[in-house]
Each structure stands twice: as C-alpha cells, then as structure tokens.
Nanobody, 123 residues
Framework: QVQLVESGGGLVQLGGSLRLSCAAS????????MGWYRQAPGKERELVAR??????????SYADSVKGRFTISIMNAANTVYLQMNSLKPEDTAVYYC??????????????WGQGTQVTVSS
C-alpha cells in the first residue's frame, strides 16, 4: 500500500509564497512521475505542474497561469515532490492535490492521489 501525504497549504497574502510538499510512502516502488493539480470551487480540475523522470533527466511542465511563479522539484531519496509557489495571486486559491504515477513491486504501474491541501490567497 502506498500513501501520499501533503502539507504546506495555508493562508497567504497577495504576493506571498508557500511551499507544498508531498511524500510518498509504503511498499517498494519507484517514481515515474509526480505532479500537482488544483481545483477551485465551481471550476474544473487543472493540472498545475508535473515532473516526469526520463533516462538522464527530469522533464517538467507547467500550466501557463503559473509559469515563472511556481517551481516543481523532487527529492528522490525522500520520495517527495515539492511545489514552490511565489508571487501568489487570489486566483491561485484552490485545493491542491498531489498525484503520483508509481511502479510498485513486483510489477505494476498505478496512479495515486493525495488528500488535498487548501491554499487561500487574500488580496
């Protein structure tokens, strides 16, 4: 069994910063990709950022709305992905969900979701 545990959400003022973290733990696994989605009330779920492991490098992608402000990174030893959020705007207010695509021993690839963490940006 694998669990994703998120932390780092909270209330911040316009222009402030937050760092979200998501740690994967449980049975033996390797990370194929991890990312962050967000969903605001009445809005569709949106992919914010994603990091995919390649043969010799990691590939990252961002939603246009967060490019230049958010940075996704991963610490392999801790099986943890981070989302550094700078220059926050009220429109960033949403529940943020961590996702992970994992290969779990002995064989198999699965998608996991965290419980969500609330980010609120006040103006």
């Amino acid at each position: 069994q694998v669990q994703l545990v998120e932390s780092g959400g909270g209330l911040v003022q316009l222009g402030g910063s937050l760092r979200l973290s998501c740690a994967a733990s449980g049975s033996s696994f390797s990370i194929n990709a991890m990312g962050w989605y967000r969903q605001a009330p009445g809005k569709e779920r949106e992919l914010v950022a994603r990091i995919r492991r390649g043969g010799s490098t990691n590939y990252v992608s961002y939603a246009d709305s967060v490019k230049g402000r958010f940075t996704i990174s991963i610490m392999n030893a801790a099986n943890t992905v981070y989302l550094q959020m700078n220059s926050l705007k009220p429109e960033d207010t949403a529940v943020y969900y961590c996702t992970a695509q994992l290969t779990i021993a002995p064989a198999g690839q699965y998608d996991y979701w965290g419980q969500g963490t609330q980010v609120t940006v006040s103006s």
